[in-house]
């Protein structure tokens, strides 16, 4: 009996050092061909406040750190990396940060994805213009 639950124990140890290991503890992205794993790694391998995770059809995704300020400090970086591109902040509303240029409007979202992460959607027009 004893035997059983020294087994059991390094079941479980070897199960929550997997999990850890591959930040399956994470919530899911909104990117699905990319794990948490591989978007915290981007981040970490860069000297840049923000990356790139992903382009699709009709966003760009981003990951960047808030250094446990809370969003604000994800909202700061967001408004650099937008204004460096020539848009004007406007407002922000709830998750969204709105932007203007020549007429055009680009909305950011953004989601508050971990206690450390958050992960910003940008409209692709920011890409194109």
Sequence with gaps: MKQVGIVLGIVVVAVA???FVNKSHYPSLPIHHLS???AIEKL????EK???LAT???SVWYITRTENEGISIADDTIKQMIRSKGWEFKEKDGAGLFFEKDGER???TTQMWTGKYVIVQVQYKFKEL
Aim: proline share 0%.
């Design 17 to 19: 050092v997997f999990i």
């Design 36 to 38: 948490a794993k591989e």
């Design 44 to 47: 970490k391998n860069s000297d």
């Design 50 to 52: 923000i990356v790139e």
């Design 56 to 58: 699709d059809t009709d």
């Design 106 to 108: 680009l909305v950011v």
